[in-house]
């Protein structure tokens, strides 16, 4: 499907988009969902804290080693297969999931969730860009971009809901009903063609940089649980990762027909545009992962009701990517951006002074102006990242910033949390050396009651109200890193080119087209 046949009239417009939203929503829920059931899987499959991790593990890997061929099986077998296959292998391997019965066959399940799920957020993309012209691609940005965004955001709130109130296999047995709706309406509705069976593969390219994707997505993942390069498995899986992404860069400037045309990479707008969304990754999921146990340790809130207390940042997501999908084409994107950008700076830098007796409106305000932050910048982003790129190229692409979207929540998850850990650690030393009975504010008759040194259970409440201080610290500093973060993202935008005006097309239109 090139872009000069996707400037007219496409069949069955309204019923692709819903298949492809729905694929886009599976995929996205699915990298946060089964988090919270994690303690109960590790019950019913008998395994242990260490154990459970490859569940998470395998199907993070799975997903990022397959993410980039997406643009040469499309190629080669065309997109209505490969998007078809997908469906069909992510629904079929998430029942599996649910019906497991041991930690192997979970494990195994898993890799295969993720590699069939790899494709369909960046088939979903590239699909919803051919299927509406021009001066619609901003509200179809809009609807598609509500799955990839808001899908994580409330991952962990509808993971929590099923787990508690059915069974943990639940959060897999969900993508039975979608996925069976997905792949009847795409066998129906979207077209056939674009297969170009002649085309090779490039094996070495693709082994070289599965070797370094899927060794960085393990040390990422197991680095905090193993002490990082404390351990001999992270040191030998840090050199596999240099290594294998070494060597894929070197094969990417002197291969003759490498599977990612380099070609790709001179478009200024993409090249841009990747950087700014690795950033967004690490913003939108490290987020995620700080603020669910800030609320649920430090805060004490029940799990359930920190999950509903985290949900409006979906809302302010949704609402900014319809705003920003009308817009769009009428008002610079790179400037809708700035403003995404600055405004999520604001957020990040008001909860680096956050503490656990924040009263719950000015949390749940701060998350939606968050959440309208990220809204801001997704939609005008994919927007002119694509703006100027070879139509020829788009499945790539689409692949490629799925790719570093993917990468930058996994890397922003495990540096945050490691310096979390560390930061606490430090925090609680500097914090001690004022803890003495030389303190004159430990004279004080009412502190006693509280804090005695004297006694044991004085001592240990002492020390975990030291340790919780360190923490909320600590919280804080990652805050502040994200913010520094997102500022940096101003500095790509004026290396994007503004892409040429159209007229903004109605999103509720545009989806009924």
């Not at 109960?40 to 499959?45: D, E, F, V």
């Not at 795409?186 to 899927?214: C, I, N, Q, S, Y």
């Not at 990040?348 to 949390?363: A, E, F, K």
Request: glycine residues 10%; hydrophobic residues 55%; neutral net charge.
């Amino acid at each position: 499907m090139s872009d000069s046949t996707s400037q007219g009239a496409v069949p069955h417009r309204a019923l692709i988009t819903v298949c492809a939203m729905v694929a886009t929503l599976m995929q996205a829920l699915d990298g946060t969902i089964a988090n919270v059931a994690l303690p109960y899987m590790q019950g019913g499959l008998a395994a242990t804290a260490d154990q459970i991790t490859w569940v998470l593990t395998s199907y993070i890997t799975a997903a990022a080693i397959l993410t980039a061929p997406v643009g040469f099986l499309v190629g080669r077998y065309g997109r209505r297969t490969v998007f078809l296959l997908s469906v069909g292998g992510f629904t079929l391997a998430s029942v599996l999931c649910g019906a497991a019965q041991s930690l192997d066959q979970m494990v195994i399940f898993r890799l295969l969730q993720g590699a069939f799920g790899a494709a369909l957020v960046p088939l979903s993309q590239s699909t919803m860009l051919d299927i509406y012209p021009p001066e619609q691609r901003g509200s179809a940005m809009a609807i598609w971009g509500m799955g990839v965004m808001v899908g994580p955001i409330l991952g962990p709130t509808l993971g929590g809901y099923l787990t508690e109130n059915l069974n943990w296999r639940w959060v897999f047995y969900v993508n039975l009903p979608f996925g069976v709706l997905a792949f009847l309406g795409l066998l129906l509705f979207l077209p056939k063609g674009g297969a170009a069976p002649g085309r090779r593969f490039d094996w070495t390219g693709f082994g070289v940089l599965a070797l370094g994707l899927g060794a960085l997505q393990i040390m990422l993942d197991r680095g905090e649980l193993k002490n990082w390069f404390g351990s001999p498995e992270i040191q030998i899986e840090a050199t596999l990762a240099g290594l294998g992404i070494y060597l894929f860069v070197v094969h990417l400037m002197l291969a003759e027909r490498p599977f990612i045309p380099p070609r790709i990479f001179r478009d200024r707008n993409f090249a841009a545009g990747l950087g700014i969304m690795f950033a967004v990754g690490v913003i939108l999921f490290a987020t995620s992962a700080l603020l669910a146990p800030y609320l649920q340790t430090l805060a004490d809130y029940p799990v359930f009701t920190a999950g509903l207390a985290m949900a409006p940042r979906g809302i302010g997501t949704m609402a900014a990517m319809f705003i920003s999908g009308r817009i769009a084409s009428r008002i610079d994107p790179r400037k809708i951006m700035a403003f995404g950008i600055l405004i999520l700076s604001w957020t990040l830098w008001d909860m680096t002074y956050w503490t656990p007796d924040i009263p719950m409106h000015w949390l749940m305000l701060v998350t939606v102006v968050q959440g309208m932050g990220l809204g801001f910048v997704f939609i005008p982003l994919n927007l002119v990242a694509f703006a100027t790129l070879d139509p020829a190229l788009r499945t790539d692409g689409t692949s490629l910033i799925s790719l570093l979207r993917n990468l930058g929540s996994a890397i922003g998850i495990s540096a945050m949390s490691a310096l979390l850990t560390r930061n606490t650690q430090v925090m609680h030393s500097s914090l001690a050396e004022h803890v003495t009975p030389l303190n004159r504010l430990f004279e004080l008759p009412s502190i006693h009651r509280f804090w005695n040194f004297a006694t044991p259970e004085g001592a240990a409440a002492l020390n975990a109200e030291v340790t919780r201080q360190s923490s909320i610290i600590a919280y804080g500093n990652d805050f502040h890193l994200l913010m520094l973060l997102a500022l940096c993202m101003l500095m790509l935008l004026p290396l994007m080119r503004r892409p040429a005006r159209a007229v903004a097309a109605d999103p509720a239109h545009a989806a009924m087209d």
